[in-house]
């Protein structure tokens, strides 16, 4: 597992075309040994929407790679509704998800297509496929991911606030990301004279930032505040043990290079994707701002049987690295104990 956490250093942005079309077509030979067909999935988001030419420059492409796929054609059985879905512990399938990951240096997603929170069942509607190699793969075209994104956003305006952050973690970070994917392909397809694409994208901003208001406000505030030291801080338990555990946290997404792989370590992220998977093999316990009972980081710790709490609101700007906390996870408690010095 040491190994494991050192091949993951520095992993962001692709750097070439020919580093995301080998990351696609591995994605593509572990679909194929999960027995999916070419009808069975679609690559999505920012991967996606490079080969759209939304994105101009490789270096804009997260590795984290969105796979929507056909639930029902998945080898093994998966009966929970989590959003999203990785294969089973100590399986075959598990393995040959975690060493695509580990060789390309990508996080994947797989997202269930067609759900119960307003997502959309896009795989088989007119599929438009890329060839690469020997490879046909079918991708997520610009009508096709904002029309997913328009239905989540109007399935989340009615929900509330809790619910929204329970779903959708947002910093301005991520806030202004997503904005600028949207305005990207509202130019895009003014360019194509795409007005129905153009007309949903701008609709979506307009729902999107209704949303943000709803459960994020302070995001979208000019008021320049200094929050209170918070010292005790709650969230959602989403594996629990009986005793507290008492140590530091260490911040990867602050602190990278100052993590070592030669010990257990209570890891903080404001938002764990699967791209962040790797550090779970070498945790003593996950925390995380962003989430819920069934965000990516719950169904890892649920697999590993990992102590875990999500949806710690507040954790990112009151628990910094170095810092020692107990945790309760009884009761979804984190209480600071002493900075670092």
């Avoid at 729902?207 to 959602?236: C, H, R």
Wanted: overall charge neutral.
């Amino acid at each position: 597992m040491k190994a494991r956490l050192e091949k993951w250093r520095n992993m962001s942005n692709f750097q070439s075309e020919s580093e995301i079309n080998h990351a696609v077509l591995a994605i593509a030979d572990l679909m194929e040994k999960f027995g999916f067909q070419k009808t069975d999935w679609m690559i999505g988001k920012n991967v996606s929407l490079y080969f759209e030419g939304v994105f101009d420059s490789p270096d804009q492409v997260s590795k984290d790679i969105s796979v929507h796929l056909d639930k029902e054609k998945l080898p093994w059985s998966e009966k929970t509704k989590n959003r999203s879905i990785i294969p089973p512990s100590g399986s075959i399938y598990l393995e040959q998800y975690l060493s695509t990951q580990d060789k390309y240096k990508i996080g994947i997603d797989f997202w269930p297509d067609s759900t119960d929170d307003g997502t959309l069942d896009l795989i088989k509607q007119n599929p438009t496929y890329l060839r690469l190699n020997d490879k046909q793969i079918n991708i997520e075209t610009m009508d096709k991911y904002i029309r997913r994104r328009l239905s989540l956003c109007e399935y989340y305006l009615q929900k509330t606030p809790q619910e929204i952050m329970d779903y959708y973690y947002a910093n301005l970070q991520r806030y202004q990301a997503r904005i600028k994917i949207y305005e990207k392909i509202i130019k895009k397809a003014r360019q194509l004279g795409l007005k129905g694409v153009e007309s949903r994208a701008e609709k979506t901003i307009v729902i999107f930032d209704e949303i943000i208001k709803k459960a994020y406000p302070e995001l979208l505030t000019t008021v320049d505040s200094q929050d209170p030291k918070i010292e005790i801080l709650k969230g959602f338990t989403a594996f629990k043990i009986d005793e507290k555990i008492r140590g530091k946290v260490a911040c990867p997404e602050s602190n990278e290079e100052n993590i070592r792989s030669n010990e257990k370590l209570i890891y903080v992220f404001s938002h764990f994707g699967p791209a962040e998977t790797h550090y779970a093999y070498n945790a003593r316990a996950l925390l995380t701002e962003g989430g819920s009972i069934t965000c990516h980081a719950a169904i890892v710790a649920r697999e590993l049987k990992l102590p875990c709490i999500v949806g710690i609101r507040h954790l990112i700007n009151n628990i910094h690295h170095g810092d020692e906390v107990e945790i309760d996870f009884k009761n979804g408690v984190v209480k600071l104990i002493k900075n670092k010095e």
